[in-house]
């Protein structure tokens, strides 16, 4: 088996393999661009009357699939497992715990994010004008998701999507689309209107056409190269989009940590998901002073994870989800140990069948190496020691990218401080990896690792369309700048430089005999 996925253009269909084992697990339509249009129309008829719902009647759907998917905890796990390669166990706390945790949040708050905003506007409120902010859902929003996290990953951006309005169109990963059939069949026997859940199955050609079936959002998760051109097809209707791309996610741990503990997170972080979460630990930096420690306790801990297939019980780390990020890791190891790496432990592909690659670790690293500057999306942990604070934070952000981030210390301010140096979307203090399974906080990268956010409140107002509602109470008068701009006027205005825009009611009433003649000109 070369691929994980089988591509015909006579039958048309994807199949889904489990890379665990090699067994195929089904196959599904490669859905046509006709065919993408066509689920586009029929979320777009479907929108209007479910954005006429009130928040709670909409919440209620969601609730109600968010119990079903309770329900059918132990099936969708498996599924998850079986499609991805990774453990059962993660299956469950890193992907349908969090989407549990979003159906409940977002079913219960978006009423409350969402609310009418209104502005103050200084002086001009003074003058009977007031300002409110309104958000009206976006129409369509086509989300294009990947296959690291199946569920999770569309599930949660489905659901903020559904609350704020809106009718969506997934394009799963090719990799994983059973997995998200699933959520699109959860929905349907929680009752969600026909039309507003539209799942594509297929590859990149399918996403790319639904990005020209001109969505009014796209929300795509996915590797840079991908993200740039999405960005760029995108450009071309002016269809906004939210960029959640790789990383290379660096982890500090200066000499005052503990080390247990920092060993045990750098350990999770690095190895959970076989390494492949955008959030990894890819990079770890420890104090030359606690390097040794730190090490053997990383060693021993790596030690004990027992590599098996995803859905054996007791498996900590699966197979990899696919044979070309296997490739690439192998890659990065080989190159890292040509310049001069040292393989700790690992480093070799696994005698079992399957993609599995062993948990590894790497010293003797250095920013020359693949490994330490492109994404590895692998379980490898490459360790390098630092001496100073400012050449931890220089080489944390020696990257061109930027998703997350961690110090280690049992100082909270001095990991506060660090943390606001470090360039990322999120920066952690002794933590790793699972703030993306927090509904309330905002997700997102900056440089190579994107733009917009999702998750929490900015996350729904990326799904929204600000209106501003301006009313102006006193509609028997006049603007004091509208026409006629003779001699008078051009005093008022004068004035007003000088004093209105000082913000000072003070200052502003003396330009008062000026403005009562503009308003009321004596006639001659
Ligand atoms: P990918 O870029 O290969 O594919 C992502 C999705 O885009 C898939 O559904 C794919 O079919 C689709 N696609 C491919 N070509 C397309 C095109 N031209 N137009 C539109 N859609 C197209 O990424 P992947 O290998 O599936 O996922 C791994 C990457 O995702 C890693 O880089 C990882 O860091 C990143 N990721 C980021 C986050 C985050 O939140 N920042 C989360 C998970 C994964």
Redesign the pocket.
């Known amino acids: 088996m070369s691929t994980q996925v089988l591509q015909s253009e006579q039958t048309r269909e994807i199949v889904s393999y489990d890379p665990g084992t090699g067994a195929e697990l089904g196959r599904v339509p490669l859905t046509s661009p006709e065919e993408v249009a066509q689920a586009v129309s029929r979320a777009r008829a479907a929108q209007p009357a479910w954005a006429g719902l009130s928040f709670k009647e909409r919440g209620r759907v969601i609730l109600k699939a968010r119990e079903i998917m309770l329900g059918q905890i132990d099936e969708l796990c498996t599924l998850i497992s079986r499609e991805t390669g990774k453990p059962v166990s993660e299956a469950t706390s890193m992907e349908v715990v969090p989407t549990l945790e979003a159906m409940h949040y977002f079913s219960h708050h978006t009423a409350g994010l969402l609310r009418p905003q209104k502005i103050d506007i200084g002086q001009y409120g003074l003058m009977g004008r007031s300002s409110r902010i309104i958000y009206k859902p976006m129409g369509v929003v086509g989300i294009?998701?990947?296959?690291?996290?199946p569920l999770g990953?569309p599930a949660e951006e489905v659901v903020m999507a559904l609350m704020s309005g809106n009718a969506v169109v997934l394009?799963?990963?090719?990799?994983t689309p059973l997995t998200a059939l699933k959520i699109g069949e959860i929905f349907t026997r929680a009752g969600l209107p026909e039309g507003l859940l539209e799942i594509v199955t297929?590859?990149?050609?399918?996403?790319?056409a639904?990005?020209q079936a001109r969505v009014d959002k796209i929300m795509?998760?996915?590797?840079?190269?991908?993200?740039k051109?999405?960005a760029e097809?995108a450009a071309k209707h002016l269809t906004p989009v939210v960029l959640?791309?790789?990383?290379k996610d660096p982890m500090v741990v200066l000499a005052d940590a503990d080390i247990e503990n920092a060993a045990r997170g750098a350990v999770w972080g690095a190895f959970a998901n076989s390494g492949?979460?955008?959030?990894s630990v890819e990079r770890c930096y420890v104090h030359e002073s606690i390097a040794p420690h730190f090490l053997a306790r990383v060693l021993a801990q790596t030690q004990a994870l027992r590599q098996e297939v995803g859905t054996k019980e007791g498996t900590d780390v699966g197979a990899m989800t696919n044979e070309r990020?296997l490739r690439l890791v192998e890659e990065h190891v080989l190159d890292a140990v040509e310049r001069g790496a040292k393989v700790v432990i690992g480093g070799e592909r696994s005698s079992l069948s399957g993609y599995f690659y062993p948990p590894t670790v790497l010293t003797n690293v250095d920013h020359r190496m693949t490994i330490m500057r492109e994404?590895t999306?692998g379980p490898v942990l490459p360790v390098m020691t630092f001496k100073t604070e400012d050449e931890a934070i220089q080489l944390a952000n020696d990257s061109v990218f930027g998703?997350t981030a961690s110090v280690w210390t049992r100082d909270i301010a001095r990991g506060r401080r660090l943390a606001e140096r470090i360039e990322a979307g999120t920066v952690m203090v002794n933590e790793v990896l699972y703030t993306?399974g927090i509904a309330q906080t905002p997700?997102?990268?900056i440089k190579e690792?994107?733009y917009g956010r999702?998750h929490g409140r900015m996350g729904l107002l990326e799904l929204v369309s600000p209106r501003h509602i301006h009313v102006n109470r006193i509609s028997f008068l006049p603007d004091l700048w509208w026409f006629r701009y003779d001699p008078g006027a051009q005093k008022l205005f004068q004035g007003l430089a000088t004093h209105f825009t000082t913000g000072s009611l003070i200052k502003t009433s003396r330009l008062l005999p000026l403005m009562v003649r503009r308003l009321f000109p004596r006639r001659k």
Do not use: M, Y
């Open positions: 294009i998701s990947p296959w690291n996290f990953t394009k799963p990963s090719e990799l297929g590859d990149g050609s399918t996403g790319a639904l990005i795509f998760t996915g590797s840079v190269a991908t993200g051109r999405v097809a959640e791309l790789g990383g492949q979460a955008c959030a990020q994404e999306f998703l993306h997700w997102g990268g690792s994107g999702t």
